[in-house]
């Protein structure tokens, strides 16, 4: 009988990280022949909210590609509740929402399309639009074009997603970016309260946060390589 050897390392896997919602295994990212991270280890678990920190150009973005499943490693693997993202690639992409760097937001659609449409992608349909973008402080924004928006108000149509999902991992990249003061609380509360459900939260931002403090927050910091 032959045996294949990754479910052999899934066996090991499941029984070394039972806990864990993502664990990461000896992760290597090469960008233009360039080491970003290599040898890279964690798990996150349930309650736990990740910071990823680093300069620019360090790898911060690459890494969370990676654990989306957007990107490929040079090495290693990237593992839910102990099985390789690519075995469980449609249970891992229903638990998960990413946010990128970039809004994603449609300019030749309405905050509320944008918002109808990002839902209706992730499989749901039922949902009160426009109390999820009375959340995010866009009331009397629903019908304009996202294209004569602000940036902030990009941002928060953008997130305005997070109100509505019932997604465990949520990987965010710089969701702070262009949000007022008032703003970045309410994203700090929501993120927190995840975390308390049981959700994990994984991100990235050069953003100081107030309410999660540093008993709630664990952080990996990448660093620029010159080798």
Not at 51 to 58: H, S, V
Request: proline share 2%.
């Amino acid at each position: 009988m032959v045996i294949d050897k990754l479910e052999i390392e899934d066996s090991v896997v499941q029984q070394t990280t039972a806990n864990a919602l993502i664990s990461v295994h000896d992760l290597t990212c090469i960008r233009e022949e360039r080491i970003l991270f290599d040898a890279l280890a964690f798990s996150v678990n349930s309650g736990d909210i990740l910071q990823i920190e680093g300069p620019n150009g360090a790898g911060k973005t690459s890494l969370l590609r990676i654990l989306a499943g957007l990107s490929r490693p040079y090495a290693g693997r990237v593992c839910y509740l102990g099985q390789d993202i690519g075995r469980c690639r449609d249970e891992y992409n229903q638990d998960l929402l990413y946010l990128g760097h970039l809004p994603g937001v449609k300019s030749e659609l309405t905050a509320t399309e944008n918002l109808h449409f990002n839902l209706r992608l992730n499989g749901y349909v039922d949902f009160d639009t426009a109390g999820i973008l009375g959340q995010v402080n866009l009331t009397g924004f629903e019908d304009a074009l996202a294209g004569h928006l602000s940036a902030g108000q990009h941002r928060r149509t953008a997130l305005a997603r997070l109100w509505h999902t019932q997604s465990k991992v949520w990987i965010l990249d710089e969701p702070f970016t262009a949000i007022d003061k008032k703003g970045v609380e309410q994203l700090e509360r929501l993120l927190l309260a995840h975390a308390d459900n049981g959700g994990c939260v994984i991100l990235t931002t050069h953003q100081d946060m107030n309410q999660i403090t540093d008993s709630r927050l664990t952080k990996i910091r990448l660093d620029y390589r010159f080798d």
